[in-house]
């Protein structure tokens, strides 16, 4: 039976986790392709505490079906979960009280879809992967989106909760922008599975920051941004302030810096390091999340309080993310 289990995710337990094969920082391992044999086997992980995620993707994986298969059903649960307030059905709105979607989808072949700024469809992560296998384009916003999500079947919902409602009326009293650091609930979803064949896809859905300006997308959506995966070498999901990711492409950073030879977690770490060292961080959370092909993991984040749910050899774990400040 898989359990869930919670450990600390500094640089050596990941090393402990992992056992040998981690890229070291000094190796200069350019465009390194990292051999199949030395897979873990089926691996999922995924950002903040999102188990049910993580199992029912385990689960696709479990009975042969395809990385890309794995991170679609993942990342459905949150998004058609009323409690989780930053994706999907009862998601915050904007400051005009709508709901607003961005998701991406990449699989192992550098295929890839995306849709922003979409409403009223509960689940963002399915139409865009419709985009990537039934259209030649790559990103589908607003209006557009919407209306291809119904000709390909979807339907339309009221995904405004009631408790998202009440809350939103509330905060128009004094209508005060702030995004909250590791907002309680914060559970915007990017997950890396890597599946059977030893291939890796990756999904990131989220209803981005409550109360953003209306027609705001952040990083999710954006392929390198929010997601990103190289099957030869692995993939990265970020989370936290969108804008922040955007500026630095942090995703496609983070494989990047894996092909040059970093292991998951420094790879992470540098590219927090980039926002910290041109950015204002002091007031925003960023988390990045890693995966190579050898089923090594990693992550870092600006602040502490960012976690992450990783599976592997039939066990869920609920894992701690080192952070830059520590307070
Ligand atoms: N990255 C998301 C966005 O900026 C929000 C988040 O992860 O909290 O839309």
Same mark, same amino acid.
């Given at each position: 039976?898989?359990?869930?289990?919670?450990?600390?995710?500094?640089?050596?337990?990941?090393?402990?986790?992992?056992?040998?094969?981690?890229?070291?920082?000094?190796?200069?391992?350019?465009?390194?392709?990292?051999?199949?044999?030395?897979?873990?086997?089926?691996?999922?992980?995924?950002?903040?505490?999102?188990?049910?995620?993580?199992?029912?993707?385990?689960?696709?994986?479990?009975?042969?079906?395809?990385?890309?298969?794995?991170?679609?059903?993942?990342?459905?649960?949150?998004?058609?979960?009323?409690?989780?307030?930053?994706?999907?059905?009862?998601?915050?709105?904007?400051?005009?009280?709508?709901?607003?979607?961005?998701?991406?989808?990449?699989?192992?072949?550098?295929? %890839?879809?995306?849709?922003?700024?979409?409403?009223?469809?509960?689940?963002?992560?399915?139409?865009?992967?419709?985009?990537?296998?039934?259209?030649?384009?790559?990103?589908?916003?607003?209006?557009?989106?919407?209306?291809?999500?119904?000709?390909?079947?979807?339907?339309?919902?009221?995904?405004?909760?009631?408790?998202?409602?009440?809350?939103?009326?509330?905060?128009?009293?004094?209508?005060?922008?702030?995004?909250?650091?590791?907002?309680?609930?914060?559970?915007?979803?990017?997950?890396?599975?890597?599946?059977?064949?030893?291939?890796?896809?990756?999904? %990131?859905?989220?209803?981005?920051?409550?109360?953003?300006?209306?027609?705001?997308?952040?990083?999710?959506?954006?392929?390198?941004?929010?997601?990103?995966?190289?099957?030869?070498?692995?993939?990265?999901?970020?989370?936290?302030?969108?804008?922040?990711?955007?500026?630095?492409?942090?995703?496609?950073?983070?494989?990047?810096?894996?092909?040059?030879?970093?292991?998951?977690?420094?790879? %992470?770490?540098?590219?927090?390091?980039?926002?910290?060292?041109?950015?204002?961080?002091?007031?925003?959370?960023?988390?990045?999340?890693?995966?190579?092909?050898?089923?090594?993991?990693?992550?870092?984040?600006?602040?502490?309080?960012?976690?992450?749910?990783?599976?592997?050899?039939?066990?869920?774990?609920?894992?701690?993310?080192?952070?830059?400040?520590?307070?």
């Amino acid at each position: 039976m898989s359990k869930i289990t919670r450990r600390n995710f500094l640089g050596k337990s990941v090393q402990a986790s992992v056992g040998v094969g981690l890229i070291g920082v000094g190796q200069t391992a350019c465009s390194q392709t990292i051999s199949s044999t030395e897979s873990k086997g089926i691996t999922v992980l995924s950002t903040w505490n999102n188990h049910k995620a993580n199992k029912a993707a385990w689960s696709v994986l479990q009975n042969g079906k395809s990385a890309l298969d794995a991170v679609e059903a993942g990342v459905r649960v949150p998004e058609a979960d009323i409690e989780d307030r930053s994706v999907g059905y009862g998601g915050r709105p904007d400051r005009d009280g709508n709901v607003t979607l961005d998701a991406c989808i990449m699989d192992e072949k550098g295929n %890839c879809g995306s849709v922003c700024f979409l409403q009223h469809i509960k689940h963002p992560i399915s139409v865009a992967r419709k985009v990537m296998e039934e259209t030649p384009h790559v990103i589908l916003a607003g209006e557009g989106a919407y209306q291809f999500a119904l000709s390909q079947g979807f339907k339309k919902e009221n995904l405004l909760t009631e408790k998202s409602r009440q809350e939103w009326e509330e905060w128009k009293v004094k209508s005060k922008y702030q995004p909250i650091i590791n907002i309680e609930q914060h559970d915007t979803i990017g997950m890396l599975a890597i599946d059977q064949n030893g291939n890796m896809s990756g999904a %990131c859905t989220t209803s981005g920051l409550a109360y953003k300006l209306q027609g705001r997308v952040g990083d999710s959506p954006i392929i390198g941004a929010g997601m990103f995966v190289d099957n030869e070498i692995g993939g990265a999901v970020a989370t936290g302030m969108g804008e922040a990711v955007l500026r630095s492409l942090g995703s496609f950073l983070v494989v990047e810096l894996m092909r040059q030879g970093r292991s998951p977690m420094e790879a %992470c770490k540098e590219a927090v390091m980039r926002i910290v060292k041109k950015q204002k961080y002091q007031d925003i959370q960023v988390g990045y999340l890693a995966l190579n092909k050898a089923g090594e993991y990693g992550g870092f984040a600006i602040q502490k309080g960012f976690n992450c749910m990783f599976s592997q050899q039939n066990e869920h774990q609920l894992i701690d993310v080192d952070s830059h400040l520590k307070k």
